[in-house]
């Protein structure tokens, strides 16, 4: 039998956000093969044509790629709280940007989407979860 050790939350949750992060990072590169958008890139014309936008998508990603250290580092309590907050504010978010992504040429989104919604819903599981501290009585 091959061993099967136990996985401290900590890395299980870092784990979830890496992979989840990745699949945001493939969605969007993906999305450079979809017809007309190297030349709304170049035109500007884009769903982000302002900096205010860049910002927010910046923050977006940003958050995410964070919680892979946070999710490291933190001690528990804040890190339990920021998993379940962060992790069912993209499992939203994500659910309805699959909603919304219904052109054929954005299946791999919906798909992508519908991946992502259900890791960071297991981010919020496993953090809701959160083993407890064994007393010593």
Not at 18 to 32: A, I, K, P, Q
Not at 96 to 105: A, F, K, P
Not at 113 to 126: C, K, P
């Amino acid at each position: 039998m091959l061993e099967n050790p136990k996985i401290n939350i900590k890395i299980k949750l870092a784990a979830l956000w890496t992979s989840v992060t990745l699949c945001y990072l493939y969605g969007d590169y993906f999305e450079l093969y979809t017809p007309d958008k190297v030349n709304s890139l170049i035109s500007g014309e884009n769903n982000l044509d302002s900096p205010i936008k860049l910002l927010t998508a910046s923050i977006i990603l940003a958050i995410s790629s964070l919680m892979v250290a946070a999710s490291v580092i933190l001690k528990p309590k804040l890190n339990r709280i920021l998993n379940i907050l962060f992790g069912s504010l993209f499992t939203l978010m994500m659910v309805v940007i699959g909603m919304y992504s219904t052109h054929e040429w954005y299946l791999f989104y919906v798909f992508l989407a519908f991946l992502e919604s259900m890791v960071t819903a297991l981010i919020v599981w496993y953090a809701w979860k959160w083993p407890k501290e064994k007393s010593n009585s």
